[in-house]
């Protein structure tokens, strides 16, 4: 996971910005450990302390490559992961679908990432990436090119569908991050919606 943004759109760092009285990361990380037991938690060097007084600190890291954007943090992350493919989300992400993340791991034997596309849109950070991709991330790391739509370029990308995705999500929440101060209000909507959903 994600979590070293500056959170420039939103005024702050967004993981622990409160989602109905929870912490987006919190959020993230229930979704999460319905299907790992091992989850990273990606940090800048100025970030890390926010999460000295939380129960995840044993599971932070800080950048290997700092200021490399999100495909730095995809590259830390990959570096640290104890298994040959890692699931790799935003920490912004409250409403993350374990069946669908599920879909996408069970995709990835013969690729080296799995990634949404919805109208020609990709979502590089609710992907499924392979250690495989490590050499060709830190090439273009190397010459400073930050764009993951390149390395997908470069490497054997499987791309799912909107059909795909709307069979085990249908509203397309799981790729919703918040990224601004609405998206949070979208957010308390939907969780609403959600609940009421539940009750009926």
Known sequence: MLAGGRGT???CGKAFVKL?????????????????????????FEGYDSFFHTLYIREVIVDLLPGKAALGGIFTGLSY?????????GCD????????????L???KNYDAVVPRIDDKVEPLHSVY?????????????EQTLSISQLFAMINTRYVTEDEIAEYDPEFLSI????????????????????LGKNA
């Open 93 to 104: 992400m409250p409403f993350l679908n374990k069946d669908l993340l599920k879909y996408q």
């Open 130 to 142: 392979s250690k495989s991709c490590l050499p060709v991330i830190l090439k273009l790391l190397q």
């Open 20 to 44: 109905n009285k929870k912490g987006l990361i919190a959020w993230t990380i229930d979704s999460l450990s319905q299907i790992s037991k091992s989850i990273i938690i990606v940090t800048s």
């Open 106 to 108: 069970s995709l990835a």
């Open 81 to 89: 992961a104890s298994t040959d493919y890692s699931v790799v989300v």
């Open 176 to 195: 919703f991050n918040i990224n601004t101060k609405h998206d949070l209000a979208l957010a308390r909507v939907f969780l609403k919606k959600m609940r």
């Open 9 to 11: 759109r939103f005024g």
